[in-house]
């Protein structure tokens, strides 16, 4: 049975910590500190260069190291006001107009843990409650150290897990502050000082130049559910609001495909929230924003950086311009600049991020009163029958229809081969035979992606206890040995004589397909998306933020993976063709396809077949345009890393596998390079 190990509770601050009112009995001789947002609990004379306010803290409370204290003044960076615990100094004297507080010893509270919380915004509902409850006309300025005492916080119940999390969150600040220092090296014997070295991977950069307008909009009638943007992230709306409505003079809406940002571009407090669907491809009003991450960055950390960005909130209150609503529209978001790491920083700290977000959305989530799949799962039940509920409850919803299908045929394998062997017999020699078995008939990678697909399943069933071992541990993958394959790519002659044999002049029509893959790389269904609204001809440029669904009922989806949201610059000659060709056309309809006019790989593939038999070249497929770009790219001196980013790549790792016959054939050049130069040095 699986089990739920969490769980976190609602407590009020008062059971966990408890006021601090001991007094200052000295003048002079303690350190007077005050709060601020950004730094936290800081001496005054730092803080105000020297200007501080009185030098009479003799009424002041005293201060120890680890005590918390809250500031109810309020800023554009702490609108709520700000908590923060005594870290720089042993000891030190606050305003009486400040409320202190320190952790109980049997509060069941770590420190830690209550500086991440209070370093979000989970905080200020409770405070809001208390300064808007009409009964006693509180306003923020006015609450009181009991009614503060009073706010409620969410937290684990186990103080261990309060603990991991807190230094987590203590050893990520440090590190960020570290990637956003600059660090120099001084040579003080030189006549000058010289930087020699910038550690700095961080730079600054505005929101438009890391995102990418979205401006796909439909009607009801496409039957997408209609989303809201929340606070607790992108709903459906019919589970936000009870049912799902609509304004009556609204017939457009915008679409949110998987994976896009969107954000309710209104507020009554100055705050925003920005959301990435992570439901499904449906509708908000045309007055949402709708975004992807441009280039190589990563929108989750995008996200997440701007989210949790006291800047960000102060930025929001400079957009009221009058009235009692503040409106945040795209263009103004924009101009907002926040630091950003690279490419693959951006990645591992948003990964772990939703990780954490996922981890604790777990723990606060009631246990299941019967386990879904486990329910009626014994020992002696079918492994293939156990693999095929698995694949409904973990893979359905959560994959592409295309990889779920590949699923579903490993499962029909499983059937074939094993159709007798129960949970409780499958060790390690029965996957042995199983993977040999299928290994057979099938190539060395093709029968890893099987073992893959298997051991997700198998490891579940070991960790809720069907399966004693893991059966897959030490497995030999085998395979029977790959058919002549036929020519990935062209050269550049065979390429040449391609596009020369090419239509151009009977307006659009597939070879325009052909010419298109062949220039820019892209795959193929990121093709047949393309839109006149995609091409910028002013920059030369391709933006390259969809595909189109041509193995199922059309329409637009997603790219592969993040990465693929990118822009590809065009040569002037490529501009001009494509110019020519789609001025007239609707700038929001794909060029190639629409849903009455379906479009299959295959049927291109068979256009590009007569193509290469007509001028005597080998025969490729559509997918062998996109190699053969990327081929003449390497053997032409360009990156590894530009190669990567054009191709929409989600590491350069994968270029490297995917060309490496390529970059051997250049290693080989180099030598001879290398051995020109250095048996040149004593010429």
């Known amino acids: 049975m699986l089990v739920c190990a969490f769980s976190w509770e609602q407590r009020k601050l008062s059971d966990m910590v408890e006021r601090v009112t001991r007094k200052n009995e000295n003048l002079e001789s303690e350190l007077p500190l005050t709060i601020s947002a950004q730094y936290g609990l800081i001496d005054q004379n730092e803080f105000f260069d020297k200007r501080i306010a009185s030098r009479d803290v003799s009424g002041y409370y005293l201060l120890k ?128 000082a010289k930087v020699a070295q910038k550690t700095i991977s961080w730079e600054q950069r505005k929101v438009g130049e890391l995102t990418v307008e979205s401006s796909e909009y439909t009607t009801l009638e496409a039957g997408f559910p209609l989303l809201t943007s929340s606070r607790n992230g992108l709903m459906y709306q019919n589970e936000y609001r009870g049912k799902q409505t609509t304004d009556s003079t609204e017939t457009m809406f915008s679409i949110v495909p998987l994976g896009a940002c969107t954000y309710r571009h209104m507020s009554d407090d100055d705050v925003f929230h920005l959301n990435v669907n992570r439901l499904e491809k449906g509708l908000v009003s045309r007055e949402y924003p709708v975004f992807y991450a441009s280039d190589d960055n990563n929108l989750d950390f995008i996200v997440q950086q701007i989210n949790s960005s006291a800047e960000f909130r102060s930025f929001c209150a400079e957009q009221k311009k009058g009235g009692t609503r503040t409106r945040l529209y795209y263009k103004n978001l924009c101009e907002f600049q926040m630091l950003i790491p690279n490419t693959e920083e951006q990645e591992k700290i948003a990964t772990f991020l939703l990780t954490l977000d996922t981890l604790i959305t777990l723990h606060q989530r009631e246990p ?132 020369t044999s090419l239509d151009l002049n009977s307006g659009l029509n597939m070879d325009w397909l052909i ?20 091409f910028d001809f002013t920059h030369q440029t391709l933006s390259v933020n969809k595909t189109w669904d041509y193995k199922g009922e059309g329409g637009f989806q997603p790219t592969k993976n993040k990465s693929s949201v990118r822009k590809i610059r065009l040569d002037w000659q490529t501009v001009g063709q ?106």
């Open 65 to 192: 190291k680890g005590e918390f204290a809250y500031n109810k003044s309020t800023s554009s960076d702490a609108p709520w006001g700000a908590v923060k615990r005594l870290d720089r100094y042993e000891m030190g004297v606050l305003s009486t107009l400040y409320i202190v507080f320190a952790l109980k010893e049997d509060g069941n509270i770590d420190s830690d843990f209550l500086v991440s919380y209070y370093d979000t915004d989970c905080w200020h509902k409770g405070v809001q409650a208390i300064a808007a409850e009409g009964a006693r006309n509180h306003g923020l300025l006015n609450i009181t150290p009991a009614d503060y005492f009073e706010t409620v916080l969410t937290v684990p119940s186990d103080v261990k897990e309060q603990h991991q999390i807190g230094t987590f969150f203590a050893k990520l600040d440090t590190l960020i502050t570290l990637h956003q220092r600059e660090c120099f090296s001084f040579d003080f014997g030189s006549r000058s």
């Open 368 to 499: 299941p009163k019967e386990d879904k799949i486990l329910n009626d799962i014994k020992t002696d039940t079918l492994f293939h029958e156990y693999y095929c509920q698995w694949l409904v409850i973990y893979k359905e919803g959560s994959v592409r229809g295309v990889t779920m299908q590949k699923y579903h045929l490993t499962a029909e394998w499983v059937k074939k081969l094993i159709p007798d062997v129960k949970l409780c017999d499958f060790d390690r020699i029965t996957y042995q035979q199983l993977i040999n078995d299928y290994a057979e008939t099938h190539e060395r990678q093709t029968t890893m992606d099987f073992h893959h697909q298997l051991k997700g399943a198998i490891l579940d069933a070991v960790d809720d206890g069907l399966i004693a071992r893991d059966p897959t541990r030490k497995v030999i993958i085998k395979g029977k040995s790959p058919n002549d394959k036929k020519k990935k790519y062209l050269s550049r002659y065979e390429l040449q004589k391609l596009l």
């Open 515 to 534: 010419l298109l893959i062949a220039k820019t790389g892209m795959r193929f269904s990121e093709a047949i998306a393309v839109t006149p609204m995609d």
């Open 578 to 683: 494509f110019y020519a060709i789609v001025r007239e056309l609707n700038d929001t309809a794909p060029i190639f396809v629409s849903k009455e006019k379906k479009i299959y790989n295959s049927t291109l593939n068979d256009v590009l077949e007569r193509h290469c038999k007509a001028v005597g070249i080998p025969t490729i497929s559509v997918h062998g345009l996109r190699h053969t770009h990327a081929s003449l790219l390497l053997f032409d001196g360009v990156s590894i890393a530009s190669v990567a980013q054009r191709l929409g790549h989600s590491s350069i790792n994968t270029t490297q596998k995917t060309y490496l016959h390529i970059i051997r054939e250049l290693e080989n050049k180099d030598i001879d390079l290398i051995m020109k130069s250095i048996s040149s040095l004593l010429d």
